[in-house]
């Protein structure tokens, strides 16, 4: 049965100082859809609400540090998922990742999420689990 698998990552997995959570989850994703034929969609949010949008604001030099940050990271997910045969899709885009992640998992009709990067206990930890919650069917929530 070819699934699904949404790969939400986020700017704690940057390409230089990647967490340890964050490859694992990239590993986990790409072996779930490598065992069940499936295919990764990895999404990257820019939090508009942490960096705000660039628009002729002083913020645009952030957000496009980001943003690239963004695309060498879904680059290398790519790669990755080349190397193990893997198709990967990828997509980078603005907003709040506890608005675009679930509204993604429904427009691809996601049969897994997987969670990745280093999220200290907090309200955003608790929002993207509450999400991921809502989301996906617990049964095949997969957290590390």
């Known amino acids: ?9 986020d700017g704690s997995a940057t390409e230089r100082d990647r967490t340890e959570e964050t490859d694992r989850a990239i590993d986990l994703a790409l072996d779930l859809a490598a ?3 499936g295919t990764v969609h990895a999404l990257y949010v820019v939090d508009t609400g942490r ?3 660039p628009a002729l604001s ?5 957000v496009d540090g980001v943003e690239d940050t963004a695309h060498d990271l879904l680059a290398t997910v790519d790669r990755r998922g080349r ?5 990967v899709l990828t997509r980078c885009c603005h907003g709040r990742p506890n608005e675009e992640l679930p509204a993604y998992a429904v427009e691809i009709d996601a049969d897994a999420v997987v969670l990745a990067g280093r999220r200290r206990p907090g309200r955003v930890r608790r929002e993207l ?3 991921a919650d809502v ?3 617990p049964s ?3 957290r590390r």
Do not use: F, N, P
Not at 1 to 9: G, K, V, Y
Not at 58 to 62: C, I, N, R
């Open 129 to 131: 689990d509450r999400v």
């Open 1 to 9: 049965m070819a699934e699904r698998i949404l790969l939400s990552l």
């Open 83 to 87: 190397d193990r045969g893997v198709t």
């Open 35 to 37: 065992r069940r034929g």
């Open 135 to 137: 989301v996906v069917a």
């Open 58 to 62: 002083s913020a645009e030099l952030v």
């Open 51 to 53: 960096y705000g949008e």
């Open 140 to 142: 095949v929530l997969v």
